[in-house]
């Protein structure tokens, strides 16, 4: 196996703006908008960012009645840091995690 398949995954802390839909009164869906949520993921890019369900989960426990959050996404990152090497996800799995 060679060095790079055996290693991990890198682990990332985001800084992220949000956008996200809610039903009000009349029923009629409000966008709202919400800078600077963090979080943590091994998902490199955006759009990776968007389709990991844990991610998302994480994304509507810090926006404002969350729970009623529609079609919630992330459309900036403001920070992409390193963190660490996953020791348990392998980097030549992330394909089959993320896509």
Same mark, same amino acid.
Do not use: C
């Given at each position: 196996m060679?060095k790079s !398949?055996e290693? =991990?995954?890198?682990?990332y802390?985001? *800084?992220?703006?949000?956008?996200?839909? #809610? #039903? @009000?009164?009349?029923k009629?869906?409000?966008?709202? +908008?919400?800078? =600077?949520?963090?979080?943590v993921?091994?998902?490199?890019?955006?759009a990776?960012?968007?389709?990991?369900?844990? *991610?998302?989960?994480?994304m #509507?426990?810090?926006v404002? @009645? @969350?729970h009623l959050?529609?079609?919630?996404r992330a459309?900036n990152? +403001?920070?992409? #840091?390193?963190?660490?090497d996953?020791?348990h996800?392998r !980097? +030549?799995?992330?394909?089959?995690?993320?896509?």
């Amino acid at each position: 196996m060679k060095k790079s !398949e055996e290693a =991990g995954q890198p682990i990332y802390h985001y *800084v992220v703006d949000v956008v996200y839909q #809610k #039903k @009000g009164r009349a029923k009629v869906p409000t966008t709202y +908008k919400q800078f =600077g949520l963090q979080l943590v993921s091994r998902a490199k890019t955006l759009a990776h960012l968007n389709r990991n369900s844990a *991610v998302i989960d994480a994304m #509507k426990a810090q926006v404002q @009645g @969350g729970h009623l959050a529609m079609n919630l996404r992330a459309f900036n990152i +403001k920070e992409q #840091k390193h963190l660490s090497d996953s020791f348990h996800h392998r !980097e +030549k799995d992330y394909p089959n995690e993320f896509s």
